[in-house]
T-cell receptor, first 116, second 113 residues
């Protein structure tokens, strides 16, 4: 069983829909991440919640809204998405000791998102 | 800005042979971390090996080893005795601080029986 669980595994939605992606980690980690993986492009770090602090990537459009209610759960709320937002969205977690310690990240299986 | 470059979009290797995947990165920092991740068709990213920049000794994990050349900003992955289960996308990644993780575009490795 993976230590990081993502639901749903697949999601098809229209551009006017509102949906949420869910991530749960069972590893006791204190940092969680959202990544976007598009075809033939490097993984893009979207959001980080680390040691109770949210680190934003300013290039992420506001139609993506993260929420981290506790250290084990992370959500990505989606609203009015565009076709170019179709991608695999990966969640990851890590145990951060202090800033810059480079702890490895553990990934979930991702949510394949398709925007019609 | 830190960037990670994987110049080989695809590689293939014969089963039981050795293959080396290339990775270069750009940074002005002296203290950072480098990773190789594997992503099989199941989609889950799996950590293969990790290297701390302040350590001169190359990391080794069973059949996987790295050639870390700090001055050249090079971090290649060597897979020895390749197995069919090694077939996957391999991503090189760089990390400096909290929330600062950069990935390369990946190399697709095919293992021929």
């Amino acid at each position: 069983e993976t230590g990081v669980t993502q639901t749903p595994r697949h999601l098809v939605m229209g551009m006017t829909n509102k949906k949420s992606l869910k991530c749960e980690q069972h590893l006791g980690h204190n940092a969680m991440y959202w990544y976007k993986q598009s075809a033939k492009k490097p993984l893009e770090l979207m959001f980080v919640y680390s040691l109770e602090e949210r680190v934003e990537n300013n290039s992420v459009p506001s139609r993506f809204s993260p929420e981290c209610p506790n250290s084990s759960h992370l959500f990505l709320h989606l609203h009015t998405l565009q076709p170019e937002d179709s991608a695999l969205y990966l969640c990851a977690s890590s145990q951060e000791i202090s800033m810059g310690q480079g702890q490895p990240q553990h990934f979930g299986d991702g949510t394949r998102l398709s925007i019609l | 800005a830190q960037t990670v470059t994987q110049s080989q979009p695809e590689m293939s290797v014969q089963e039981a042979e050795t293959v080396t995947l290339s990775c270069t990165y750009d940074t002005s920092e002296s203290d950072y971390y480098l990773f190789w991740y594997k992503q099989p068709p199941s989609r889950q990213m799996i950590l293969v090996i990790r290297q701390e920049a302040y350590k001169q000794q190359n990391a080794t994990e069973n059949r996987f080893s790295v050639n870390f050349q700090k001055a050249a900003k090079s971090f290649s992955l060597k897979i020895s005795d390749s197995q069919l289960g090694d077939a996957a996308m391999y991503f090189c990644a760089y990390r400096r601080g909290r929330g600062d993780m950069r990935f390369g575009a990946g190399t697709r490795l095919t293992v021929k029986p």
